[in-house]
């Protein structure tokens, strides 16, 4: 069985920093892309960002230059860090990892974490 477990999420000043962490555990073979989504109510879940097995990152427009991900390969951990919130930043915050279960097999599955919640607000 595989989780990933959310934390660091909370009520800041816009401004202000708030860092994300997801660790996975589990038994499983290894973990391709892992990456952060956010969703408010009645809008769909969108992508923040993501880091993949090579290292590369990708982020939406609207973060870019504020916001870094970043992993731990050795942790199965993932980090997001959030700088110069915003109001519109408010959202529950989803940790997401491409698992790859066994070496017999290469299919990918999609695992989430149970979300946090950012609120950022004076």
């Known amino acids: 069985q595989v989780q990933l477990v959310e934390s660091g999420g909370g009520l800041v000043q816009p401004g202000g920093s708030l860092r994300l962490s997801c660790a996975a555990s589990?038994?499983?073979?290894?973990?391709?892309?892992m990456g952060w989504y956010r969703q408010t109510p009645g809008k769909q879940r969108e992508l923040v960002a993501v880091?993949?097995?090579?290292?590369?990152?990708n982020y939406s427009d609207s973060v870019k230059g504020r916001f870094t991900i970043s992993r731990d390969n050795a942790k199965n951990t993932v980090y997001l860090q959030m700088n110069s919130l915003k109001p519109e930043d408010t959202a529950v915050y989803y940790c997401?990892?491409?698992?790859?279960?066994?070496?017999?097999?290469?299919?990918?599955?999609?695992?989430w974490g149970q979300g946090t919640q950012v609120t950022v607000s004076s």
């Open positions: 997401n990892g491409k698992i790859r279960r066994t070496s017999f097999y290469v299919t990918l599955y999609d695992y």
């Open positions: 880091n993949r097995r090579d290292g590369s990152t």
């Open positions: 589990g038994s499983f073979f290894s973990i391709n892309d």
